[in-house]
């Protein structure tokens, strides 16, 4: 249960924790029933079982606040409470072990002020078990005898706890929620002194980050920015999520609120090409983290990705193995180094070489393992002189929009209070096409993320980089009062402006070639779409080179088995949205003999496309994940990972036959203009029939534009 815990898979820790407190309590009930000469005879494995009865009941406690069930988690605190720890001469050491699972399960639940008189009592507790009492006098019994410096070495031997940083964390951030600053920063600096304070992840960048906050509220701009810059060095040095022993404390940070810090404390310095900087690298980080437990890549990335492990794992055994030298004693600038024999010197190299090899030949992969982006200004060397990208950043109520043109970057700070409640009432007023109720909406939009900006842009052509719940609005909708975004400007949207550097590098080669599925046989006539199937078989006439498949010929395994032999890829078909699981995300092809007809985000990854353009006409493909308010993962970052230079996917449930229109104009256009142009002239065409949004403003273009 403590292990799934660290992996962040709360269901399944909650169904172990309640295994192992069934388990130990029906030992303590079979020991009560045992009379007396065995009890004396078991009372070691009574107390062994009555402290697992403790850390059952913590875990679950945990368990439940983690999946968001605060009425169990009170409901097994209360029974942790009352507890009996049984043998209680000369203070008994489970005690204070109790007071700890209290800490833990009360920070699971956020309420710090109850987890620091824990915590306080459990100390408190600890002072009069046997183990303190006995350590104590061994450590006078050496004193007596001339070895004075053994006393504290008694003392600390004897109560020597394995878990000493994890309690201090505790303690500390305890102070920090409770706002005891002083405190807090006193007891940060000495657990930062501690020797193994780099072995605990998730602790040591969240003391970093609070740290860094700390030093943010004394003005101290300089110093909290080399705290946030260090322990997001920490964070980036995984290529996994950080879990190790947090979840167990009943704390799991979010690293997302680190970088946000950052971005702050640099935007308010002026440093906005930085604070831009470290937008990117939140967007990578975060999608590291939702890709950390996928093992299967396209062949030969996952040979490297292989490699890769096997060399981090030598090399993290052969650190452990030699021996620590002395900290530096520049207490802002805590390091633990080890001595390198040649055996693990070698080992550092090969784990360095592998990561520079998947950097500069597999680009793609390199971004989903390693957080690495380029320099602003090697991101405005890509972008062309008649364009101009507008990125956004949002967290908590903060909103930040960075201008970026081939010379320039400027940032502009944007009202963001209540901006979710904003984009979802405007996207449920788009559903209904009968009523005018999103003008209003629209209009509030374009004043809160496009007036405050329109200054700095002299392009007609926009690359706009969405975050959070912006990557679910649809721009080119948003109203000036006289006239639409799309009225103006032709856009094209990317789920972060590094992905240029991916899609600029890559050599396409394209031809008039096109895979095409239709209107798919799901097994249900409500999934049927009427004009998908004349949709699909108008588009090919546009295409020298077509294959076609309808309805049960639309399966996975033929789109599988072509993929890679055409230039355009056509999806008329439904898709599906599953925000728990993005991976799981997907499209409904027919099924096959061998599989279920879903194409998932998961399985994309390990495809090798050759496609310029992958266009999803159905229903809700551009949504993704908003996790933490980070990058979007959804099926549109899945084909462009797999190879596609660019995607048209829709953000809404689109009707049938403007849909078609809107695709049939859109190739047809393709023969004379870029995509990003196509798009938007097929959208103004569908709008002089239908002036609503819903009609014509779902589709965009994520990727490369031309």
Request: net charge neutral.
């Amino acid at each position: 249960a403590q292990a799934l815990l660290d992996l962040g898979e709360y269901p399944k820790a909650l169904e172990n924790a309640k295994m192992a407190y069934g388990v130990c309590i029906k030992q303590v009930s079979e020991y009560e029933n045992k009379s007396f000469l065995k009890k004396t005879f078991s009372l070691f494995p009574i107390e062994l079982y009555r402290e697992y009865v403790i850390r059952s009941i913590s875990t679950l406690a945990i368990a439940y606040a983690m999946n968001d069930n605060k009425e169990n988690a009170f409901k097994y605190i209360n029974l942790l409470k009352e507890f009996d720890v049984g043998f209680k001469l000369m203070g008994n050491r489970l005690q204070p072990l109790k007071y700890t699972e209290l800490t833990k399960a009360y920070i699971a639940l956020g309420d710090y002020k109850t987890a620091l008189e824990m915590i306080q009592q459990e100390k408190a507790a600890l002072l009069k078990t046997w183990d303190f009492v006995f350590g104590t006098a061994l450590g006078v019994g050496f004193a007596f005898l001339g070895q004075s410096n053994m006393l504290f070495a008694g003392v600390q031997a004897a109560s020597y706890d394995p878990h000493k940083v994890p309690r201090e964390f505790m303690i500390s951030k305890c102070q920090f929620e409770n706002r005891q600053v002083e405190d807090a920063k006193t007891t940060y600096d000495q657990l930062l002194e501690e020797d193994h304070i780099s072995k605990h992840g998730n602790i040591y960048w969240t003391v970093l980050s609070d740290r860094g906050k700390i030093a943010e509220n004394e003005k101290d701009i300089k110093k909290a920015v080399d705290y946030y810059k260090k322990s997001i060095d920490v964070i980036e040095a995984q290529r996994s999520t950080i879990n190790t022993e947090a979840s167990r404390i009943g704390f799991v940070g979010d690293k997302q609120k680190t970088y946000h810090r950052m971005i702050s404390a640099l935007y308010s310095d002026k440093q906005h090409g930085n604070a831009f900087e470290y937008v990117e690298r939140s967007k990578s980080r975060a999608l590291v983290d939702v890709l950390a437990s996928k093992k299967d890549f396209a062949a030969d990335k996952t040979v490297a990705l292989k490699e890769l492990e096997e060399a981090e794992m030598q090399e993290k055994a052969l650190s452990i193995i030699a021996s620590p030298e002395d900290k530096t004693t520049d207490k802002d600038k805590p390091v633990q180094t080890a001595q390198l024999t040649p055996q693990s010197t070698q080992r550092t190299v090969r784990s360095v070489t592998i990561k520079e090899k998947i950097k500069t030949e597999m680009p793609e992969l390199s971004s989903l393992v390693t957080v690495s982006v380029p320099l602003p200004t090697e991101i405005q060397s890509y972008i062309q002189s008649d364009e101009t990208l507008i990125e956004y950043y949002y967290h908590g109520e903060d909103l930040y929009a960075f201008v970026l043109t081939k010379n320039e970057l400027k940032a502009v700070k944007l009202e963001g209070k209540e901006l979710v409640s904003v984009v979802e009432d405007f996207r449920k007023s788009l559903q209904d096409p009968k009523s005018n109720q999103y003008l209003e909406l629209s209009q509030k939009l374009y004043q809160r993320l496009i007036k405050p900006v329109e200054h700095l842009i002299s392009t007609q052509r926009l690359i706009i980089v969405p975050h959070g719940v912006l990557h679910y609005l649809p721009f080119n909708a948003l109203n000036s009062g006289g006239n639409y975004l799309i009225d103006k400007y032709s856009i094209s949207y990317l789920p972060s402006a590094s992905v240029m550097k991916f899609l600029k590098q890559r050599k396409t080669q394209k031809t008039e070639s096109a895979l095409i599925f239709g209107n798919p046989d799901l097994d249900d006539p409500k999934y049927d779409l009427k004009f998908a199937g004349d949709e699909a078989v108008a588009i090919s006439k546009e295409f020298s080179k077509a294959k076609v498949f309808l309805r049960k010929d639309a399966t996975k395994t033929n789109f599988k088995k072509t993929a890679n032999q055409f230039n355009y890829i056509h999806f008329a078909t439904h898709g599906m949205f599953e925000s728990d699981s993005p991976l799981k995300s997907g499209l409904f092809l027919s099924k096959g003999d061998k599989n279920d007809g879903l194409l998932t985000v998961d399985e994309l990854y390990s495809l090798q496309l050759n496609a310029d353009l992958v266009t999803l006409s159905a229903c809700e493909t551009g949504l993704g994940k908003v996790k933490h308010g980070d990058d979007v993962v959804g099926l549109t970052r899945g084909f462009l990972y797999a190879g596609a230079n660019s995607i048209v996917a829709s953000l809404w449930k689109v009707d049938d036959l403007a849909t078609s229109q809107l695709m049939t104009g859109f190739y047809a256009n393709l023969k004379k203009t870029n995509k990003r142009d196509a798009l938007r002239e097929a959208q103004l065409a569908i709008k002089k029939q239908f002036e609503h949004p819903y009609y014509w403003a779902a589709f965009q273009l994520t990727g490369m534009a031309e």
